[in-house]
């Protein structure tokens, strides 16, 4: 059972230019989580979806920001017009339909965005 | 007030040293409590779970809950070099996982 896969794991856009990060979760998953990871802040939630909904998005910016996960195919980030800002890593998190009030998420190896 | 509060370190300990990583939260309607370890570069991986107060032991490591004083702990017993990487707690409310800023370890041989 391949784990959560996503791409691509590096990523260089010039400011203004469109992110897509792609995210795979693992076989059976029907949850999606996105974070984003800066060296000195850690893990902050951004969106949480499960297929063709989005359940939490309280994290994720108002503007520029996108998430969707589709019936079919990767769940997707985008990132409309990149500003510096927004270099960090991106991860996702995958983790099984639960019906306890803890779903154990599993990571995926991220995506390094770098705007210049 | 941040949800989960984590002291970044760095600590650096010797082989074999027993290791402590703390963590305070702010919300006493948490009710899980996680330890992720992550190596550079690469994605958080689960080490261990509680529900409410009490510990939970596997194997070298060990994690605590206090929920009277909303304290997370986890030991590390006989710390070998493979466990130098960044340890992050975490909590939860379901829809939501709140993580620490994560503690750099380095164990030197």
């Known amino acids: 059972n391949a784990g959560v896969m996503q791409n691509p794991r590096h990523l260089v856009r010039r400011r203004g230019q469109e992110a897509r990060l792609r995210c795979s979760p693992m076989k059976g998953h029907s949850h999606v989580y996105w974070y984003r990871q800066l060296p000195e802040e850690g893990l902050k939630f951004m969106v949480y979806l499960q297929k063709e909904n989005i359940i939490d998005e309280s994290g994720m910016p108002k503007e520029r920001f996108s998430a969707e996960f589709p019936k079919e195919g990767p769940s997707i980030l985008r990132i409309q017009q990149v500003v510096r800002g927004d270099s960090a890593a991106y991860f996702c998190a995958s983790s099984p339909p639960s019906g306890s009030s803890y779903n154990e998420q599993f990571f995926g190896p991220g995506t390094r965005l770098t705007v210049l | 007030q941040k949800e989960v509060e984590q002291d970044p370190g760095p600590l650096s300990v010797p082989e074999g040293a027993i290791v402590s990583l703390n963590c305070t939260y702010s919300n006493s309607a948490f009710q899980y409590f996680m330890w992720y370890r992550q190596y550079s570069r690469k994605g958080p991986e689960l080490l261990m779970y509680t529900y409410s107060s009490g510990n939970k032991e596997d194997g070298r490591f060990t994690a605590q809950v206090d929920k009277s004083s909303k304290y997370i702990s986890l030991f590390i017993r006989d710390s070998q070099p493979s466990d130098s990487a960044t340890y992050l707690c975490?909590?939860?409310?379901?829809?939501?996982?709140?993580f620490g800023t994560g503690t750099s370890l380095t164990v030197i041989p």
């Open positions: 975490a909590t939860t409310t379901g829809n939501q996982f709140y």
